[in-house]
Each structure stands twice: as C-alpha cells, then as structure tokens.
C-alpha cells in the first residue's frame, strides 16, 4: 500500500477521470464536469507541492524539484485549457464532456512524461499523452480543417512513436538496461548503436517539442484544432517533452555529450532561423503563434544544448515566461470574435486599438515581449539563455540567436503595426468573456511587470535543476 | 537629505501619472484637455523634482551621488543608480523638454490623445532611467525599452510613410543594439557584475577590450547616429509628429553619446584608443558629407535631421580626444544640440500645423506676417551654425579645441563643417522667412501663440545663456570629466 502512495498526485488524477468519466455518461451538465476537473486539477497542484522527494520503483520514476516544478507548469496549462473550453465550447462545436475528461488523461501521461527515469515509464507517458491529444486534435468533428489536423498529427506522431520505440530499442540492446541512471553506468561510449539509438529517440522528442526538422505538423495542427486545444498543445505538451528530452540526456548520456550536442545545437539553430523567416509571411494568427513556438523552443533548446546548471536554469526559465505569455496570447485571440463567430485572419486586427484601447495595448506589450524587447519578461528569458551560452563558449549559437532574435521582431511587430496603424474595418466584440478576462489580466501583468522583481523565478528555476547539479 | 531616493522618484513619477490618466475617461474635448494638463503637471512636477536634484549635487565631487542600491535579479545585478556631472544634465534636459513636448502636442494631436500622452510619459521614465542607471543590465532595459513607445509615437501619430520609418527605426536600433547585450553578458560572466562603478575599475585584457568596444559601438553607432547607418533618422524625423521629432533630437541621441562617455572610453580605453582613428574619419566624413547632403534637401525637416547628423558628428569627435576640453565640449555640444534642434523642429511644428507641408519652396517672405517667428527661428538658427554668443559656439569651440591639439588635419576638416552649417542653415532660412510674399495662402498666417511663446522663452533663454556665459554649466561638467580622462589615462599608462 505504502508503495502506490508515493505516486498520490498521479493516481488521483487518473481516479478523477476515470469517476467524471463515468458521471458524464448521467449528468449532462458539461460545465460542472469541467468544473470538476479543474478541482482535481487544483488539488492535484496542492499533491504535488507537498510530495517528499524520491526515487521510486526501482528508481524507474523520480519525484524530484524538476518533476514538480513541471508538473505544476501543466497543471497550469490544463487549467488554463479548461477555462477556455467552458467560454468557447458551444461556439466551436466542441460542446462534449470527454474534453475535460481527455484533458485529464493527458495531463496524467504528461506526468508521467516528466518523471519517468526509465525509457519504458517514458514510452508509456508519452503515449497516453498523445493517444489524448489526436482525439482533442480533431474534436470538432463537423470541421474538415480539424479533421484533417487530427489525422495528419495522427499519422506524423505515430511515426515519430516508431522512431522512438525503434531508438529505445538500439539503446536496450547497446546498453543492456532500460533505466536512464543505468544506462549510464552500463554503456560503451564506443558502441555506434548507442549513437544510432539516441539519434532516433532525439527524433522522436524533436517531433514532440516540434523542433525543426520535425516541425511541419505544427502549423497545420495549430490552425485546425479548435483554438482551446491549440493553447493546449502551445502550453503543456511542449513543457512536457521539454522536460522529458533534459531527464533523457542528462541522466542517460550526460557523460556522452559531446555526441548529442550537436544534434541538438542543430535544431536549435534550425527552429531559431526557420521561425523567423516562415513566420513572416503568416496571414492565419494561429499558424503565426506554431511558428513562433518553434522559434521560442530554438531559443529553449539553446539552454539544453549548453550542458550546464545555467543552462539548464536559463531553459526552466524560459519555459515559465513562455507559459505565462501563451496563456494571454491565446486567451486574446480566443476572444476576437466579430458578429459572434471567430476569426483568426490577421489582417481583422486592423484598427483594434480604436475600440478596445486597453486590451489592444496589452497584447502589442505581448508582442513585444515575445519579441524579447526590454522591459518585459521575454526579454529576461532570452537574456538567460544567452548568459548560459555565452557561458558554455557557443558564442556561434548566441550571435544566430540574437539575428533571428531581430528578424522575429519584425513579425511581432507586424502585428502591432496592424492593430495600431491600419484603418479598422469592422467592429468587433474584443475581449468580453469575463471567464478569459480571469486568465487574460493576471497573465499580461505578470508578464509587463516581471521586470521589478524577477529574482523569485530566477530562484525558483535554481532551486528545480538540484537534482541534475 | 540623501535619504531621500529622489532619482527613483524621478523615473517613477510618470509611472504614476500614467496610472492617473488609466482613471480619466476620454470622450469628449472636456476630458482631453484635462488629460493634458495633468500630464503636463506631471512632467513639469517632474521637472521641478530635477532642478532641485541639480541644486542640491555637490560640484566638487566627481564621484556618483545621490546612489541607490537594491537587490534585483540576482548577484552582479542590481538596481543601481546614481549621477555625476554628465548625466545630471542630460536628466534636466530630458524632464525640461517633455513638458515642453506635452504644451507643443496641445493642438496638433487631433485623436487618441490619452494613449499619445501615456506614451510620452513612459518614454520619459526610460529616458531618465538611461542617465541614472548605475548597472548595464538596468542601463539595456531602460535603453531599449524606449523604443516600444517611439515606435508607437511614430507609428500612429506620424505622416504618411509613418510604417516604414517606424519600423526601419525599431529594426536600425534593435539590430544594432542587441550586440550592445551579448557583450553586457559577456561583461557579467568575466567580471562576475555588471555593476557600473565597479566596472570602471576593472581591466579588461586587450582583446576583450577590442570585441566588447566593437559590440558597444554597434550600438551606439546606430543610435547616435553615425555614418553610413544613420539613414533612419531623416525617415523618423520627417514622419514622426512635431513633439516626437523634439524627442527623438533632443535627447534619443543624447543617449548613444553619454554610453560613449561612459561606458566606451570607460571601460575599454586601449580599445578606445586603438580606434580613435577609425572614429575621427566616420565623425569627419559624416559632418562634410551629411553638411552636404542637407544642402539639397527640399523638406525642412530632413535638412534639420541630417544637420542632426553633423552635429553629433562634432560629438563623437570631441569624446574620442580623451581630453578634459574635448569631453565637455561634447556634453555641451549635446545640451546645446538638445536644446537647438529641438527649438528647430518646433519652429517646423509652428509653420506645419498651420499649413500642413514641409517642403521648404511652399514658403517664403513669412517675416513680413509672422516677425516674432521669424525672430525665434533666426536665434536657432543662429544656434545651430555655431555663431560666438549662442550655445552652439561653445560646444564646437571646445571640440575643435581638443581636436586641434591632436591632428591639424582633422581640425581644418571639421571646420568646413561650420562653414557648411552656415551655408545650409541661412539658405534655409533665407528661402523661408525672406524674399517676397507672393503665395496667397502665407498671408493668412499668424504669428505665435501665446502657448507658443511660452514653449520658445525658455529655450531662447537658455541658448543665450549658455552661449555668453557657459560656466555654471562647465562647473558641473568639470570635475566629472576630469576623473573620466585621468582614470583612461591611469588604465593606458
């Protein structure tokens, strides 16, 4: 008994999907289901907070300040998720009580993602997260774009679980063990399959982190999945496999960095660059935010590919100012709405400023903050990670960092330049849904005002990479 | 009364008055206008607040007074500030032309007028937060954060091409200056602070010293600007609005040449010295080339704007002797030019808000409707050529001064730059204010307001004063540029 209770937060997540599950095939009540879930939610961040440290089952899962840390940044996500399905789900068909429901179930998978220390607790974490996320895909049935975004992640992600599943299996034979602290222990840094077995598992992550080369389903999938599960997607399964790419290679391989170094020095740089250049010509606001998450997980990788405890500081870092900035940015563009339908074009931004001053002048903040201008937080997250670049010596990876750093500018800033200096063409509705004003407010001021008094986070992020350094 | 944190007051005053004006509803002309007026009592309250900072600094001391230190980001970092005599006066500077930008965007703001005034505010506390900074973390932030609402300022109240200048403004600066940060990083990793009055101390090797003065030259170079990348701020000036031109002249450029002052010749002064030369030749090239270039300009404020441009080529001139006259020469030269070509783009505002084009051929023979205004442009005028008994004089004098002593032939270069001066701005003011009245629309004009003279008083007041009797403000300068030569010459030596 004493056993499963090491994995409480876990279990209660998984029990409470299971009952609302079971309660929605009799209550017809979506919102109190979603309400439900966001209780489960909440508790389970109260769990998590007060879990004794730990390696456990044979040390196959580890509960350490990393874990949890990630782990409250998802339950965030969900939640966020959540409030923004209960004000949008009859507008965008998805009126269905197995959102919250598979909300849950991939939060649970994503826990699991975070703590696994073993490649097989890892396997089965990211597939019960993405098993969730296809349906959620492509939830509005009625949709020919979400469809189509359900089966395309589908397809790509299934063949990015083969390239996983195939890696996983050349580390197994190579190395002899399936855990991530044995398997550092065990290997032969000479053996070329161990080489071959990383570069497929990476290949597989990069597919999850939706780091370039493996990047193309982003945009399409972001376009056509209702605009909740988008933020979903932007918000924890990123974060997630984030989390899950550090445990893999600093547990398993931290001694053999030298080989997937440049691995991942090349995907940072390819994200950083694609990102800027494709973002430009993006009329759709939804495909411009998957570009832009691609740039920002460039930006993030640069503090993995460092191998360093700033590094790895810098990445927490900017993993939380990217959280907060995406939960406003996609609470705004859930709430453009004209004669009650919603619109994702770019160009109706035109002239926003003129009937919502206030809100207009939040999100043009967003974007510059995005864009890592001072004084904002995205500028404290790049300007971390550069200190840990500069520090490991990739002086090249800085310098690319900061260009495409000013190109993506221009994007951004494109955005402010439509809402601010274009003629308006028609009214619209603006943020007027009080239950994303809830989301919307904190998040933007956290953001704009991080600046007076950012030493908490920076402590925070310290604090999580002990168990690394 | 030190206890007082008097610049943190300063940065944080705006902040509050823009918190102020959230409160006020802006719906009809009644509310407009006393959104004006609070935010001109703010900025003026501001500006009080600094005069009694630069009566109560101590003259004779050279070191940073009125110093604030709190912890804020972590170790190395912190939120410090503090003033000498150089960065003094360019915070009075700043708090004086905001009100006087505020009073000169009374009428000429048509819509959107609370979000114009936030803007003005919060770009007033980066500016100041630029010259207290103590800390080049903090420095960056302030520095760059301007740029959010100039591009807005631009953006929205400019003219027509308002998008592509606003835009080549923000990409110009952001590009040059985000090599400005890696090597503020760089600073923090080798030195382990980022701290400027310990930085100052520090010995950076030579190498390090060449890469980082490049980095900051970057910089620097774009924001001052210097020639060739200075091709943004013609585009900025023509289509910013009247008060968005006053700012951007008077004090956005300032900022490039106090980080010279400070932190380049500071920090990296074998580096300094190494590219003196290379300095000198771009300075000389830009006043020949851009004196030149104003000749043919057929819109007022473009000539303005590249005048702008040889005169701050006097600037970078006068920092790179590493000399005690050459030093303040620049500084006044500054303040002078702060002053001056802020007047100037007002008297542009004056003829543009009642006729409404630039074009320098539009006009002609205004003296004869408008004498007092052709009185106030010819002292700026006047100013802006250098002529002895303006401030103008004393910042080009000291700077040839400094420069004579190292190289006659830079000294006989820079001086047909005076000469240039003098071609382009009395031609300019010959073509406007002189010759007959013979366009039908010119005789309907009015001569100045009365809120207009009251913009124009202090800044005629000043420029004389400054001119005939520039001690009190060499008296601040002195003791600070003296520590700044004698500690490059303590690290070169």
């Known amino acids: 008994m004493e056993n499963i209770l090491h994995i409480i937060p876990e279990i209660f997540i998984f029990c409470s999907a299971l009952i609302l599950l079971i309660l929605g095939l009799f209550i017809k009540n979506i919102k109190l289901i979603n309400n439900l879930a966001i209780l489960s939610l909440l508790i389970a961040v109260a769990l998590v907070i007060n879990q004794p440290y730990q390696s456990i089952y044979l040390n196959s899962y580890v509960i350490d300040e990393f874990s949890s840390l990630f782990k409250i940044m998802i339950f965030i996500g969900s939640i966020v998720t959540l409030v923004m399905f209960v004000s949008s789900r009859e507008d965008l068909h998805i009126n269905l009580y197995e959102f919250p429901i598979l909300i849950l179930f991939s939060t649970l998978g994503m826990m699991v993602m975070v703590s696994a220390n073993d490649l097989l607790a890892m396997f089965i974490g990211l597939e019960l997260q993405s098993l969730s996320l296809y349906v959620l895909a492509a939830l509005n049935r009625n949709s020919l774009l979400s469809s189509e975004a359900g089966i395309k992640y589908f397809i790509l992600g299934a063949l990015s679980s083969g390239l996983l599943l195939f890696g996983i299996s050349y580390i197994y034979g190579f190395s002899g063990n399936t855990n991530f602290n044995l398997i550092a222990v065990n290997y032969n840094s000479e053996s070329l399959g161990l080489l071959i077995g990383i570069v497929f598992v990476l290949a597989g992550l990069a597919f999850k982190v939706s780091a370039v080369p493996f990047h193309m389903w982003t945009p399409d999938v972001y376009q056509g999945a209702p605009t909740p599960i988008t933020a979903f997607f932007a918000l924890a399964p990123k974060i997630a496999a984030m989390g899950l790419l550090v445990r893999f290679l600093f547990n398993s391989f931290g001694e053999l960095y030298l080989d997937w170094q440049q691995i991942i020095f090349f995907i940072s740089i390819a994200s950083m660059m694609l990102a800027a250049f494709a973002a430009i010509a993006q009329t759709n606001i939804k495909r411009l935010m998957a570009y832009s998450s691609i740039g920002h997980i460039g930006y993030a990788l640069i503090g993995v590919a460092c191998v360093s405890s700033e590094g790895l500081r810098s990445l927490l870092i900017y993993l939380v100012i990217y959280l907060v900035m995406n939960i406003s940015v996609f609470t705004v563009i859930l709430s453009l709405k004209r004669n009650d339908a919603y619109f994702e074009n770019i160009s109706d931004l035109s002239g926003m400023y003129k009937n919502h001053p206030f809100t207009t002048i939040l999100v043009a903040l967003m974007m510059f903050s995005l864009a890592g201008i001072p004084p904002l937080a995205g500028f404290f997250g790049k300007f971390y990670i550069f200190v840990a670049a500069l520090e490991s010596n990739m002086v090249f990876l800085a310098v690319i960092g900061i260009i495409a750093s000013v190109i993506s500018a221009f994007y951004y800033l494109r955005i402010v330049k439509i809402m601010y200096f274009d003629e308006p063409k028609e009214e619209f509705d603006g943020v007027n849904i009080r239950s994303l004003q809830v989301l919307f407010y904190p998040s933007s001021f956290l953001v704009i005002l991080f600046f007076i008094y950012p030493a908490p986070i920076i402590q925070l992020s310290e604090y999580a990479i002990k168990s690394f350094y | ?493």
Request: some cysteine; overall charge negative.
């Open chain 2, 1 to 493: 009364m030190n206890e007082l944190p008097i610049l943190s007051i300063l940065i944080l005053l705006p902040i509050v008055g823009i918190f102020f004006m959230t409160l006020i509803r802006n719906n009809n002309d009644q509310s407009s206008n006393n959104l004006k007026h609070t935010a001109l009592w703010i900025s003026f309250l501001n500006f009080l607040i600094s005069l009694y900072l630069l009566f109560s600094f101590n003259q004779q001391d050279a070191d940073f007074q009125f110093e604030e230190r709190y912890f804020w980001i972590e170790y190395g970092i912190s939120y410090h500030l503090g003033v000498d005599g150089i960065s003094i006066l360019f915070i009075v500077l700043t708090t004086m032309l905001v009100p006087i930008c505020i009073l000169a965007s009374y009428d000429s703001i048509k819509f959107s007028v609370k979000e114009y005034l936030i803007a003005f505010l919060a770009l007033e506390t980066f500016m100041i937060g630029v010259f207290c900074s103590l800390d080049l973390v903090l420095f960056y932030l302030f520095f760059e954060g301007g740029l959010i609402p100039m591009f807005l300022i631009i953006g929205i109240w400019g003219g027509e091409r308002r998008v592509y200048s606003t835009f080549k403004f923000f990409l110009y600066t952001l590009a040059g200056s985000v090599f400005m940060l890696l090597a503020i990083i760089y600073i923090f990793i080798t030195a382990g602070t980022t701290d400027v009055s310990y930085l100052l101390d520090y010995n950076f090797t030579r190498n390090e010293q060449i890469v980082l003065w490049l980095a900051f030259f970057a910089s620097f170079m774009v924001k001052i600007p210097m020639w060739p990348f200075h091709t943004w701020l013609p585009d900025a000036h023509v289509e910013a609005p009247t008060a968005g031109s006053v700012i951007l002249a008077g004090v956005l450029l300032k900022m490039a040449g106090y980080g010279f002052i400070r932190f380049s010749i500071g920090f990296f002064p074998e580096a300094s010295e190494l590219f003196a030369p290379l300095i000198f030749a771009l300075s000389i090239v830009a006043i020949i080339v851009t004196s030149l270039i104003a000749l043919v300009q057929e819109d007022m404020k473009k000539l303005i704007a590249y005048s702008s441009v040889a005169h701050m080529g006097f600037v970078t001139l006068g920092i790179f002797t590493f000399s005690v006259q050459g030093i303040e020469g620049s500084v006044i030269q500054m303040i002078s030019h702060g002053i001056v070509s802020a007047a100037l783009f007002l008297c542009v505002g004056v003829v543009y808000d009642r006729l409404h084009t630039r074009e320098i051929s539009r006009y002609g023979g205004l003296v004869s409707k408008m004498p007092m205004y052709a009185f106030t442009f010819m002292i700026f005028i006047l100013a802006s050529l250098g002529l002895p008994g303006t401030s103008g004089f004393v910042g080009e004098f000291l700077v040839l001064l400094s420069i004579f002593s190292i190289n006659t032939y830079f000294a006989v270069f820079a001086t047909t730059g005076v000469v240039l001066a003098a071609t382009y701005s009395l031609w300019l003011y010959r073509r406007m204010i002189f010759g007959a009245l013979i366009k039908d629309d010119l005789s309907e004009m009015l001569d100045l307001t009365r809120r207009e003279i009251i913009i124009f008083v202090p800044l005629i007041t000043l420029t004389i004063f400054i001119g005939i009797y520039p001690k009190p403000v060499i008296d601040i300068i002195e003791p600070s540029a003296k520590k700044i030569v004698s500690q490059v010459n303590g690290k070169l030596n």
